[in-house]
């Protein structure tokens, strides 16, 4: 199977301003891997035997379920134990499991920030593809330019499953997806941009970067 590069992040912390700027708050975590680039079509052919018709570009509708087998079926293929269970469609995890997983929103932020608090690690139209440069589908990925910690499009191109739960208030079993994509205009490409889906849903801009490592502890 093609490389699945792997940045290694380390443990630290970094201020959380939201979207609207009400909520502010440090996120800490704990040292981690994460893909340089979320999970290529090719990829995704390989582990889980979908065709492949644009091998470079991310793999786009990709439904939260099917992220977690897509990590389980990585972590096999590297000879390690799974990281994820099923009972029905309820996932738990192991949490000091080697395998993939898919990065809890703490650590997607913290790595996609790379130090930064402001809106995005650097000017939009540099390191992330957006409805201004007039796609109908996503780019390739490494294209534009990476972030501090060599991770390309974190912003941009295809949202990004989390594990966590869009509302953790709610009785939604909506999970969050993170980043912005081809199709939204530029001033919502930013790191702190979060939506939703249901576990079953998949959506043309909306694909996976895989994370390995012991989960982080929300503060």
């Known amino acids: 199977m093609s490389d699945m590069e792997m940045a290694r992040i380390a443990a630290g912390s970094v201020l959380r301003i939201d979207q ?24 995704v052919a390989e582990l889980l035997g979908i065709p492949s018709q644009n091998p470079r570009r991310p793999a786009t509708h990709m439904s939260w ?30 949490p000091d499991s080697e395998g993939f997983r898919l990065p809890t929103e703490d650590e ?19 390191v992330a593809w957006t409805a201004a440069d007039g796609l109908g589908h996503p780019a390739e990925v490494g294209i534009r330019m990476p ?3 060599g991770l390309f499009d974190t912003l941009g191109n295809v949202w990004e499953w989390c594990f966590d739960l869009y509302d953790p208030e709610g009785e939604s079993d909506a999970r ?44």
């Open 20 to 43: 609207r700027g009400s909520e502010r708050r440090e996120i800490v975590v704990q040292a981690f891997e994460i893909g340089r680039y979320a999970v290529t079509e090719e990829q």
């Open 65 to 94: 379920l099917r992220a977690i087998r897509l990590c389980n079926a990585l972590s096999e293929w590297e000879g390690l134990d799974p990281v994820y269970s099923f009972d029905g469609e309820l996932v738990t995890g192991d």
């Open 108 to 126: 997607w932020e913290y790595a996609c920030r790379a130090g930064s608090t402001g809106i995005a690690y650097g000017p939009v139209r540099e």
């Open 147 to 149: 972030n501090l910690n």
């Open 176 to 219: 969050v997806f993170r980043g912005g994509g081809w199709s939204d205009q530029p001033n919502v490409v930013r790191a702190a941009a979060r939506r939703g889906g249901r576990p079953r849903e998949a959506f043309d801009d909306v694909g996976v970067r895989v994370a390995r490592g012991p989960l982080s502890r929300r503060s």
